[in-house]
């Protein structure tokens, strides 16, 4: 395993569990710093999520969490609510030394899985100096909806993917 597994290959995508929340939120805080660093402000909600705030979303039936777990670290998360067919996805996050591996390609492709029978579509939203993040979405093939301006040094790029039925696929 180790450098040598350039595709995040080794990474094991699973459904998050309840002590999973620490783990999360630390990698979440990790993955954020230098999205807060980009847009000029340390109180975007990733960063100020309280670990109460992560149990209770792990606890509850309305969202799905899941991790990938290399070697028994965990270093990424991603994580859906469903509003009637519609899947609401949001925090992807990898620690930061594991990026670039694709391990946030396959959290986001095992998650449209996981929602393919409950929703018809995946939406999602991202700030505009985001490349990497735009990148990311758009090579998944999600579509810009719009922008939406909520504060003088944020965009928000909404974007939305239309998913394939499991029995479909």
Known sequence: MGMSEPEGRGAV???AVLDDAGEILTVQRAAYVSEAQLYGDPFIPPLVESLEQVRKL???DDAVV???VVDGRLVGAVRAQFSDRTCLVGR???APDMQGRGIGRRLMEALEREAADRADAC???TGHLSEG???LYRRLGYGETHRERVAAHLTLVHMRKALVPAAAQ
């Open 13 to 15: 995508i699973e459904r």
């Open 58 to 60: 792990l606890g509850g």
């Open 66 to 68: 899941l991790k990938a």
């Open 92 to 94: 992807l996050v990898v």
């Open 123 to 125: 939406v999602l939203f």
């Open 133 to 135: 993040n735009l990148r």
